[in-house]
């Protein structure tokens, strides 16, 4: 995880939240939806909130087997209702699988579907909130994610309910990393687009690889 900057509202969702005062998530549908989601996409540089997995942008008609991402909300929506349409909570999160398998719905494993309503405010950390999450976390060469000697037990909680050590994760990781290295033709990282950043941006930092 890396910390997001939600300094920069979307003004669309904003004025919609103002004008319809919608009562439940499930009210909150239509073009404004699409255009939250595009903002949140970009905010993260296109990268899954949690696994740091990249994530295509979002068609305006998909069927559901196609959906490769969806807007999340941070603190559960069941156990914290007042933060539902509150900006600072919600963040886009993969569907718990490789984002760019062709399996047209893979099992959701990890990511918020592995978090579910989970929210231990003691021991969660928030990527909206720490300014230094990534300090939090280290990766060896093999793509597995650890905790660093910074708080080992949130780190570990976190680890352990996003499940960020699923095996396609770890081999995500593993080639991303083996791929930049590549002696005779390393994957180029670098985006024409600057709001595009490389997957596993965290753990390529680590490595100096960026
Ligand atoms: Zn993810």
């Known amino acids: ?66 959906i490769r991402s969806h807007i999340e909300h941070i603190h559960p929506r069941q156990k914290f209702p007042q933060f539902i349409f509150e900006y600072k909570n919600l963040s886009i999160s993969c569907e718990g699988f490789d984002c760019y398998s062709t399996a047209q719905q893979p099992k959701r494993e990890f990511c918020e579907h592995r978090k579910g309503d989970e929210y231990d405010s003691a021991r969660f950390l928030n990527p909206i909130e720490l300014q ?52 005779d033709n390393p994957l180029d990282i670098r985006s024409e687009f600057p709001f595009i950043l490389p997957a596993f941006y965290s753990m390529l930092k680590q490595f100096g690889l960026i």
Not at 168 to 177: A, D, Q
């Open 1 to 66: 995880m890396r910390y997001i900057d939600k300094s920069h509202r979307c003004l669309q969702f904003d004025e919609y939240i103002i004008q319809y005062t919608p009562s439940s998530w499930a009210e909150f549908n239509g073009e404004v939806k699409l255009t939250l989601h595009q903002h949140l996409w970009i905010e993260q540089g296109t990268l899954c909130i949690y696994c740091q997995q990249q994530v295509p942008p979002k068609a305006e008609k998909q069927a559901s087997a196609q």
């Open 132 to 183: 230094d999450i990534e300090s939090y976390f280290e990766y060896d060469f093999e793509g597995r994610i650890y905790p660093t000697a910074k708080d080992k037990a949130r780190a570990e909680y976190m680890i352990d309910i996003l499940n960020l050590n699923h095996p396609t994760l770890i081999g995500m990781r593993k080639s991303i990393y083996e791929a930049v290295i590549y002696p």
